[in-house]
């Protein structure tokens, strides 16, 4: 049994005061087993709280999410067997991202996608297996590149700057997430922020997630919202915002997600600009009507 243990999410998040619109999209969270339904992988470098897809339900309703991105964790591996089990029960409410492989067959590719899958994720984090190899990542862009998926990356510190080539060199539509996890003690115009807007500039579509795993100075995460103002204003339309709840693999208690919601006052201040990153962008990466 692996020894990192994850917190459980926040029981009692506040009540958001900044109410999202119609139709609005959480494009990056997470379900988990329950374990006994939906066995975690051996191999896993964590072991999450039981987090099913009725308590993410739960959650959304909470703060007022109509509808949602699940991606699927690492936790469960290659094993998709929770995540289709949500995508089915509710295919108007959610769509998915997958982790595959080379080995991953096409008959697997596709009925993942008839289930509403439009990605794959990419970690490229040293505790999730590292940098995966350009042979690889050709690979899997290959499978998917008929059903119009989009590779989903995951790095962090100065990786997307050190990575920016090979992000370039992906010929399908790339998502980053979580703001690429950049090191904001060298402040917003760092190298790595730098490297970040250059490719919102090449057409990378960012998740403006994890603020909790930016910010350098906690709650409220003023500074990582300052960052999250940037990228939207640098690229209204090649943004997405997503909760990552129940916000795996974290240090300390997990974020009160609605603390996390009420950022978008100072992220996206208008309702316009609050229509295009919860609902419009979403909607059209996503494929949801």
């Known amino acids: 049994m692996p020894a990192t243990h994850c917190p459980p999410p926040c029981p009692d998040p506040t009540v958001p005061?900044?109410?999202?619109?119609?139709?609005?999209?959480?494009?990056?969270?997470?379900?988990?087993?329950?374990?006994?339904?939906?066995?975690?992988?051996?191999d896993r470098t964590f072991t999450p709280p039981d987090v099913s897809r009725h308590d993410l339900r739960r959650r959304h309703d909470h703060l007022g999410l109509d509808r949602a991105v699940i991606v699927q964790s690492a936790c469960h591996g290659t094993d998709h067997s929770a995540l289709l089990d949500a995508l089915r029960a509710d295919p108007d409410r959610y769509r998915g991202v997958a982790l595959i492989t080379p080995d991953t067959?096409?008959?697997?590719?596709?009925?993942?996608?008839?289930?509403?899958?439009?990605?794959?994720?990419?970690?490229?984090?040293?505790?999730?297996?590292?940098?995966?190899?350009?042979?690889?990542?050709?690979?899997?862009?290959r499978k998917v590149a008929p059903y119009g998926w989009h590779a989903q990356l995951h790095v962090a510190g100065d990786g997307v700057?050190?990575?920016?080539?090979?992000?370039?060199?992906?010929?399908?539509?790339?998502?980053?997430?979580?703001?690429?996890?950049?090191?904001?003690?060298?402040?917003?115009?760092?190298?790595?922020?730098?490297?970040?807007?250059?490719?919102?500039?090449?057409?990378v579509r960012v998740k403006l997630s994890g603020a909790d795993r930016v910010s350098l100075t906690g709650p409220p995460y003023e500074d990582a919202a300052g960052l999250a103002r940037l990228l939207a204003a640098h690229a209204p339309s090649r943004v997405l915002w997503g909760t990552d709840f129940p916000h795996p693999n974290i240090t300390g208690p997990s974020p009160d997600d609605g603390v996390l919601l009420n950022l978008l006052e100072h992220v996206a201040p208008d309702a316009a600009a609050r229509r295009r990153l919860l609902v419009a962008n979403p909607a059209e990466l996503y494929g949801f009507g």
């Open 17 to 42: 005061s900044v109410r999202p619109p119609a139709g609005s999209i959480d494009a990056h969270c997470h379900i988990f087993g329950p374990g006994d339904v939906f066995p975690y992988a051996p």
């Open 105 to 141: 067959s096409d008959a697997a590719i596709a009925e993942l996608h008839a289930a509403g899958v439009r990605g794959f994720r990419l970690n490229f984090l040293p505790h999730l297996g590292g940098p995966p190899p350009a042979e690889t990542i050709g690979a899997l862009v």
């Open 161 to 203: 700057r050190e990575m920016a080539d090979r992000i370039r060199a992906i010929e399908i539509p790339v998502v980053i997430d979580h703001m690429a996890r950049v090191d904001l003690r060298q402040g917003l115009r760092g190298p790595a922020v730098e490297a970040l807007l250059g490719l919102l500039d090449d057409g």
